[in-house]
């Protein structure tokens, strides 16, 4: 299977709207926690917040989310779906 066929069609997994709906929702979850215990400090004492840092605890669970979503999406027989 040519490796841009495969990659267009993960990619349509990916932007299916339940996908990222739930990766939405870890992503702020998973990113709130990690933030929390990561950055506590600087948001109680209103010091200099990394917000790249920050950015990142939000985005890599979201990621990780739509790819886990996507993957099982493309395990499921045509039908199932």
């Not at 739930?22 to 215990?37: E, H, M, Q, R």
């Not at 200099?48 to 605890?57: A, F, R």
Request: charged share 15%; proline share 4%; hydrophobic share 45%.
């Amino acid at each position: 299977m040519n490796l841009s066929v495969s990659f267009c069609q993960f990619m349509q997994k990916v932007k299916n709207r339940i996908v990222l709906k739930n990766a939405f929702k870890t992503g702020i979850v998973v990113g709130l926690i990690l933030n929390l215990s990561n950055h506590g400090k600087e948001f109680y004492y209103h010091m200099t917040i990394p917000w790249d840092s920050v950015l990142l605890n939000f985005f890599i669970p979201f990621c990780v989310s739509a790819y886990s979503g996507a993957k099982i999406l493309g395990e499921k027989a045509p039908k199932e779906l």
